[in-house]
């Protein structure tokens, strides 16, 4: 029996998916997918257009790899006004770092600040 591998690399590609040379995409959610995780954050990050204002990845399995990985990303997009990560499981000094990005946008970027430790079941 052939056993599947979820590969979140390959499902953000697919999800990704524009013409070249049309970045006009302005809002992106992948929130509640729990296979997405950090290494989904790290592609997605390669390859967002800069055009995006709103970024929905709500208890989407992201730790502080892909926290790291959102700031490095978002200080670089000058048109994000909305990045939505609240109940994944970012380490307290990462939930402090995300909100003094918040800050150093002087409001121009909103991160809901309502960030919960995931549940572990």
Known sequence: ???????????????????????????ISMSYNSNLGDEGVLVLVK????????????????????G???ISWARKAKKLLWLCIEENTFSNEMINRLRR???????????????KRKRSD
Do not use: H
């Not at 990005?101 to 960030?115: A, D, H, W």
């Open 47 to 66: 390859n967002l257009p800069a055009t995006v204002t709103e970024i929905g990845l709500v208890n989407s399995n992201i730790g502080d790899t892909g």
């Open 68 to 70: 790291e990985a959102l």
């Open 1 to 27: 029996m052939e056993v599947l591998r979820y590969d979140p690399s390959a499902c953000v590609k697919r999800q990704l998916l524009w013409p070249v040379g049309q970045d006009n995409c302005r809002s």
């Open 101 to 115: 990005f918040s800050k150093e946008r002087n409001n121009r970027t909103t991160v809901p600040l309502t960030f």
